[in-house]
């Protein structure tokens, strides 16, 4: 344990303040992605079910507020099911945009550097290097993992309310 955690810190720091942003930021991003996960396993069925009980509730069904009730069930049931989903594209968007607020600032490092040296201390500008590389990766890292759960939730969304509608076709 004590050796993966160095190893962590040590990464960390090489990778400048602004890696330490990403690792939160993606952190949040994967427990939003878990959330939606469970809401789906667990909690989805019960949601559709109560709606879709209520409608079968009703003995109208063709009048124009019966119209209005399905729809409000129907637009309940998806924004349950679309909860935290464009909080969790947010944070796929946001993690390559600090990881170029990482670059940005490594750079700055590795002109400081220069600026100071005259560029003769190629070893002081490999740790700008390195803080201008790791989390412009670890962005990138996190983006694309975050990518490929958000494109699957809006589609499950999609499936999962047009359930919910066909279970209340009007006849």
Same mark, same amino acid.
């Given at each position: ?101 990482? &670059?940005?600032? +490594? %750079? #700055? !490092? ?6 100071? *040296?005259? @560029?003769? /201390?190629? $070893? ?11 989390? &412009?990766?670890? +962005? %990138? #890292? !996190? ?6 759960? *958000?494109? @699957?939730? /809006?589609? $499950? ?15």
């Amino acid at each position: 344990m004590g050796l993966g955690l160095n190893q962590l810190e040590e990464f960390l720091a090489r990778g400048g303040p602004v890696l330490l942003v990403i690792m939160v930021a993606t952190f949040i991003m994967w427990a939003l992605i878990l959330e939606r996960l469970f809401y789906f396993r667990l909690a989805h069925k019960s949601v559709a079910k109560e709606a879709i009980d209520e409608w079968n509730a009703r003995s109208d069904r063709k009048s124009v507020l019966a119209h209005w009730v399905r729809d409000k069930l129907i637009s309940e049931v998806r924004m349950k099911a679309e909860a935290n989903v464009q909080m969790t594209k947010a944070m796929v968007a946001l993690a390559p945009l600090l990881g170029l607020l990482g &670059t940005v600032t +490594g %750079m #700055v !490092a590795v002109f400081d550097v220069m600026a100071i *040296t005259d @560029g003769a /201390d190629a $070893k002081s500008m490999s740790g700008g290097v390195s803080q201008a590389t790791i989390p &412009t990766m670890a +962005g %990138m #890292v !996190a983006s694309i993992s975050g990518i490929l759960f *958000t494109s @699957g939730m /809006d589609r $499950k969304v999609n499936r999962l309310v047009q359930g919910v509608e066909d279970e209340m076709e009007i006849a």
